[in-house]
Each structure stands twice: as structure tokens, then as C-alpha cells.
């Protein structure tokens, strides 16, 4: 561990600020995750998928108007970006497989709503790929930031790297794929029902149970050390979207189990959290219908309101027109809606999953990590998020994150 706190967080660091300061550079890095059971050859973490260039979002969307999409001019946005970005074709690529079956023909449970690939290109590397429209790219864009961030904050927590591409003129995130054969997903009721009768279902409840407080001690003898750091720094770079579904755990050396976080597109989204241990309250909903006056006015946790048993029937009741009906499409509804109206929008409590509420584990977390949290600063942020700056990562956004981390602080007597 010495060696790694000594040698490798420089090293990683010279190879954060390459790629942070340069004008054009590859997305590589030389963290190393080795499999524990495939031996040093290994290497799983060094993406070099035939990278080409990555560079400024200046220079990708050079100013608003190149974003206007432009019929009669055969030079669209699509093309515009496809050039600016890493590309690549049907030549570079293998195989591309719905993420959907390759994690059934792994007998893997499944639970995730977006169409997301796995990649195999020719020269043998495996990428996940998740699309995005060249109109609404943040989720892309956070993905990489949550990489950056996780350069350097290494080696505390490991984001797979990251970057955005284009593969058969379809933009999106490539993530270097992780192989492992833990599976922290349930399966769900739907499927755990299947084939069962109605007298059997308090059984297969009872296995269901038993199943997730099997995954919970599988995720905690990852060690309190990897588990606060996650916590922590999932939490100040505003992943509010942290659970079993949206982690992988992998086998590495002697046992020890690395926890690797994917699908960080959730932190573009604005939340608020009583504390650092509490569920969030996510901003789901914004329009002027709410007619809000409460600009000055701080986060109402305490005035949040219920609905029970909630159907599309209920919520319309209670919000009228000033919900679009879209909203309320692909919506799942369990138990409770939990909510408060703040500044013109609709904030939902995201309850997931509660006994595996990872930020529940914030008990502890590791001097090296707060004293890395407290060299944070706005600069430091500004580099992490700048090719998401003109999209969500604005001034206010870096300095919610530095509050968040000022509550860690705080949280944890650090000064
Ligand atoms: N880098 C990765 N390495 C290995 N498997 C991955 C990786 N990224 C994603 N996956 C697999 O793909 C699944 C879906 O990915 P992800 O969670 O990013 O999709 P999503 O649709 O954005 O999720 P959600 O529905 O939570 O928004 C994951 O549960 C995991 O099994
Ligand atoms: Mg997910």
C-alpha cells in the first residue's frame, strides 16, 4: 500500500496533469488493476484503443453557433463533432454487442435503462460504449469528468478511463470494460417471480433478502479504508447514483477487492443532501410553471412532502398541468414519492435501495483522502471539468462541490 501511496499517486499524477494541460493528447493512463486470477499479462487498465486525439471542447464546439444544426448545410453538427473526436468505424471494430446479452450470457443479472454496448475492437481491446445525442452530451461529458477526477484522486477510488468518441458517426462514451466475475446486481421481482406461484412468493422474498445482505457483506470486506474513500469522494463530486447497480467489484490481488465506480452520468444532475450520509433529494423536474419565489430561500428538506401508493393518476392530481405528461413516461412507482418544490422545480428523494445505501457506510474515511480533499480547489475543479464547462459544470456547480467537500471536512474533524 506504501508503495502505492508513494510511487503511484506521483505517477498518476504526472499522467493527470498530461492530459489536463496539453492541447491535444491521448487518454491514456498507467494505473494498473491486475487481475488476480489472470496474472500480470494481464493488464486490464490501459486503454489504448488505437487513440487518436482528445481534444479542448473549445476546439471541438468552437463557439454556440456551430451547435445550431443546419439542414440545407451538409456540414452538420454530427460531422462537425465526428471530426473533432476520437473516431471510429466498422473497420476498427470487431464485435459490438448489446450490453443486455452479454451480461445474461454471463448468467449476470441486468439493471440499467440506456442503450449500452460493449465494444471489442481488432486489436483484441474490450470498451463499453454508451451513445449520447450531439444535442444533450452531459452525460458523456460527466463520464469523462468523473475519470479526471478520479486521476486525481487515485489511488482512492478507480473510474475505468474514459472519453468521448464516435463509433459509425454515433457519439458517445467509451469506458475501457472491466472484467469480473462478481455480480452485484439482484435480480428483480419481476424476474424472481418468474415461473413461481403466488404462495411461493414470501420465499423467494426471504431469498431475495438473504441475497442482499450477502452483497452487503460482500461490498463491506472490501475494507472500511476503499469503502469511506468511495463514499467521500462519490459524494463531494456529486454522484448521487451510487449503489450495487452502478458499481463493479473486482478480484485483484491476495483477496483484496477493488471497487470500481461506472456510470457517473448522474452527476450533472443537480441534488441536495441534508448531510453526507443522507438520501438525496434530485432535481427531476424545472419549469416556470412552479412559479416559485424562493430564490434567497435555503433547501426545505424539512417541509418534504409524501405520496403513498403513487400512480401517474395521483402525481397528476397533485401537480396539475405544471408537469409536462411526458414526465411521467417510463416512470417506475414503489411504495412512497418523496418530494419538495424548490426554485421552479419538482426534487424527488431517491431512495434505492436501503440496505445498500453505500453512503450509509460514511463512517470513516482515510486521512490521505481528506487531506487530498482538502488540497481541492477551484482550479484544480476547473481543469477536471473543462470540456463540460459550457454545458453543466459551471462556477456554481464547482463551487457546490467544494462545499460538499468542506462538509466532509467538517464531518470528519479535518483542518
Ligand atoms: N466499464 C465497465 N466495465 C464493465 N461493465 C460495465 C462497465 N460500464 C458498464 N458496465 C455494465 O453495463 C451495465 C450498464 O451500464 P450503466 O450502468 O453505465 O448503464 P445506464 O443505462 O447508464 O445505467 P442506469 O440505468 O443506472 O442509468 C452495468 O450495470 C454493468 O454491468
Ligand atoms: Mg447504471
Known amino acids: 500500500m506504501t508503495f502505492l501511496y508513494n510511487f503511484l499517486i506521483p505517477f498518476i499524477l504526472n499522467a493527470f496533469n498530461s492530459i489536463i494541460s496539453n492541447e491535444v493528447k491521448t487518454l491514456t493512463d498507467d494505473r494498473h488493476l491486475h487481475s488476480e486470477t489472470s496474472g500480470s499479462n494481464n493488464v486490464i487498465n490501459k486503454t489504448n484503443l488505437n487513440t487518436k486525439s482528445y481534444k479542448k471542447s473549445s476546439e471541438r464546439i468552437n463557439s454556440d453557433a456551430s451547435l445550431v444544426y443546419d439542414k440545407e448545410n451538409t456540414n452538420s453538427i454530427i460531422e462537425q463533432i465526428t471530426t473533432k473526436y476520437d473516431v471510429y468505424s466498422s473497420e476498427d471494430i470487431l464485435t459490438k454487442?448489446?450490453?443486455k446479452d452479454v451480461l445474461l450470457r454471463q448468467g449476470k443479472n441486468v439493471e440499467f435503462d440506456n442503450q449500452v454496448f460493449l465494444i471489442t475492437f481488432k486489436n483484441g481491446t474490450k470498451a463499453v460504449f454508451k451513445p449520447c445525442s450531439p444535442y444533450y452530451m452531459r452525460t458523456a461529458l460527466a463520464e469523462v469528468a468523473a475519470y479526471k477526477f478520479s486521476l486525481y484522486f487515485a489511488p482512492f477510488i478507480y473510474v475505468p478511463s474514459t472519453k468521448v468518441c464516435t463509433i459509425d458517426g454515433q457519439l458517445g462514451s467509451l469506458q475501457e470494460y472491466i472484467e469480473t466475475d462478481i455480480d452485484l446486481v439482484l435480480p428483480s421481482w419481476k424476474d424472481a417471480i418468474k415461473g413461481k406461484k403466488h404462495t411461493e412468493f414470501d420465499a423467494v422474498s426471504k431469498e431475495l433478502d438473504k441475497k442482499r445482505k450477502d452483497l452487503?457483506?460482500?461490498?463491506?470486506s472490501a475494507g472500511k479504508e476503499k469503502l469511506g474513500a468511495y463514499a467521500a469522494l462519490m459524494y463531494?463530486?456529486?454522484?448521487?447514483?451510487i449503489g450495487p447497480h452502478n458499481m463493479l467489484l473486482k478480484k485483484i490481488g491476495k483477496g483484496e477487492l477493488e471497487i470500481v465506480c461506472i456510470d457517473n452520468a448522474a452527476i450533472s444532475t443537480p441534488?441536495?443532501?441534508i448531510t453526507c450520509t443522507s438520501y438525496p433529494f434530485v432535481n427531476v423536474y424545472s419549469s416556470s410553471n412552479f412559479n416559485t419565489s424562493?430564490?434567497?430561500k435555503p433547501f426545505p428538506f424539512k417541509s418534504s412532502k409524501r405520496i403513498h401508493k403513487p400512480t401517474v393518476a395521483k402525481l397528476?392530481?397533485?401537480f396539475g398541468n405544471k408537469i409536462d405528461d411526458s414526465f411521467y413516461k417510463g416512470m417506475e412507482f414503489y411504495g412512497?414519492?418523496?418530494?419538495v418544490i424548490w426554485r421552479s422545480a419538482l426534487w424527488k428523494k431517491v431512495e434505492n435501495d436501503t440496505t445498500l445505501f453505500i453512503r450509509s457506510h460514511l463512517k470513516y474515511c482515510p486521512q490521505q483522502v481528506l487531506q487530498r480533499l482538502k488540497e481541492l480547489n477551484l482550479k484544480t475543479l476547473k481543469e477536471i471539468f473543462?470540456?463540460?464547462k459550457d454545458d453543466f459544470a459551471n462556477e456554481p456547480f464547482l463551487h457546490k462541490i467544494l462545499e460538499r467537500r468542506d462538509k466532509i471536512l467538517k464531518e470528519f474533524k479535518y483542518s
Open 97 to 99: 454487442e448489446n450490453m
Open 216 to 220: 452487503e457483506t460482500l461490498i463491506i
Open 236 to 241: 463531494v463530486i456529486g454522484q448521487w447514483d
Open 271 to 273: 441534488f441536495e443532501s
Open 294 to 296: 424562493d430564490h434567497d
Open 316 to 318: 397528476k392530481s397533485v
Open 336 to 339: 412512497w414519492f418523496e418530494y
Open 386 to 388: 473543462y470540456d463540460a
